[in-house]
């Protein structure tokens, strides 16, 4: 029987490698459902293609215009942000893919953990957002989760089948790992020095050498807020304290990431930089089905390169550090100030270093508790945007 499943995000880059992968495997997955913002053309072309039974623009008017062109007998179109999470917890979708950018898909996401189903986890923020309070949800509903980052994928890869069960809650030691090593590309900014990082552009940062990426997530990997970002859902995701966790610029972006014993074992998973491989793993898991063009020759490479990052050049780093040993607090305001920042930045009203200060202005600026409830969240990550447009408004390009 095929696997049914719904992509939250379906217009986005994540969402058609997804679909991508659909198509070429059509005897094993059928698209059930497909959800976007406001991309009605680009929704359009899925369904005519992929004839999901529903459809979901957010947006109300994107919504009406795909109704009007959309001429399907089979496919039902909804609008809003209810219908998304109705259509997500329906119990005949086997598995929901959560591909949505910045917190957007938090409600939706929510609402498939609640319904237990399995969900295919590419946006970090939501994860970020929620902490330790996702991975409770989680079982509380008795959802699986399957990541898939190319950094998160190698790691749980990497990890004793039993370990992988226990996502959120598993005790490293208890399987003998002492280090999780996450690999990051440095980025388009990589060779560029620190006094000159003020002039990249927004062209210029959503060119990455190795990827190809939205442009809020390449910009984040021009910044490597990315990397601190997916340090973060690292230490959530496998629940390891930052003494188990380390990052290494590896520029070929072949080792995905690494997994130490305390034997002085290393586990990797190494492959091309393609998201289509951690995203096929994850829809076939636990089998594995074949994926063409992507092998790796290793007498072609010759060299693997790895270095330790630099807090002067990449700072936005050193602050999602700090944020996570400061507490759920400052993940949050960090995350949201970072959005704003990136979002002011491709708008060309902020430089390139004006979204270090930005996301630092925030978290100084800042005072709250830690949350005890998504509710909290919520107000933490809207009283940080506030503050970050406010520091926007007194910036001058």
Request: hydrophobic share 40%; with cysteine.
């Amino acid at each position: 029987m095929k696997k049914k499943i719904t992509i939250l995000g379906s217009t986005g880059e994540i969402g058609k490698k997804c679909l991508s992968i659909i198509k070429k495997n059509k005897k094993i997955f059928e698209v059930y459902a497909l959800i976007a913002n406001e991309n009605f053309s680009l929704m359009q072309k899925q369904c005519e293609f992929f004839h999901p039974k529903y459809a979901c623009m957010v947006n109300e008017n994107a919504a009406k215009i795909l109704k009007k062109n959309l001429n399907s007998d089979y496919t039902v179109v909804f609008s809003g942000i209810k219908s998304a999470c109705c259509l997500v917890a329906n119990k005949k979708s086997d598995i929901i893919i959560s591909a949505i950018s910045g917190i957007s898909g938090l409600l939706p996401t929510l609402s498939a953990i609640k319904s237990g189903r399995i969900l295919l986890l590419a946006n970090k923020e939501i994860l970020i957002f929620c902490g330790k309070l996702f991975f409770k949800k989680i079982k509380k509903y008795k959802a699986k989760i399957l990541p898939i980052d190319s950094e998160h994928s190698a790691i749980f890869q990497s990890i004793p089948e039993k370990a992988r069960k226990k996502l959120g809650f598993i005790h490293l030691k208890k399987y003998g790992i002492s280090k999780i090593i996450l690999t990051a590309s440095g980025g388009p900014c990589m060779n560029i020095k620190s006094k000159f990082l003020k002039y990249i552009t927004p062209e210029y940062a959503c060119t990455h050498p190795n990827w190809k990426m939205g442009k809020k997530i390449s910009v984040d990997s021009a910044t490597m807020m990315n990397k601190g970002l997916e340090y973060i859902e690292a230490k959530l995701l496998f629940n390891a304290n930052d003494k188990e966790l380390e990052v290494l610029i590896h520029p070929e972006s072949i080792v995905h990431s690494m997994v130490q014993y305390i034997d002085g074992s290393i586990l990797a998973q190494l492959g091309i930089p393609d998201m289509e491989i951690p995203i096929t793993y994850a829809l076939s898991y636990p089998k594995r089905i074949y994926v063409p063009n992507t092998e790796l020759n290793f007498t072609k490479i010759k060299k693997l390169h790895f270095s330790k990052v630099s807090f002067k050049k990449y700072p936005c780093f050193k602050l999602s550090i700090e944020a996570s040993k400061s507490g759920q607090t400052a993940i949050i305001a960090l995350n949201a100030a970072n959005e704003i920042s990136v979002q002011s930045f491709l708008r060309k009203e902020i430089n390139f270093t004006d979204i270090f200060r930005v996301n630092k202005y925030v978290l100084e600026n800042l005072s709250y508790k830690n949350p005890s409830s998504i509710e909290e969240s919520i107000q933490i990550d809207k009283l940080s945007r506030n503050i970050a447009y406010k520091k926007i408004k007194c910036i001058t390009v």
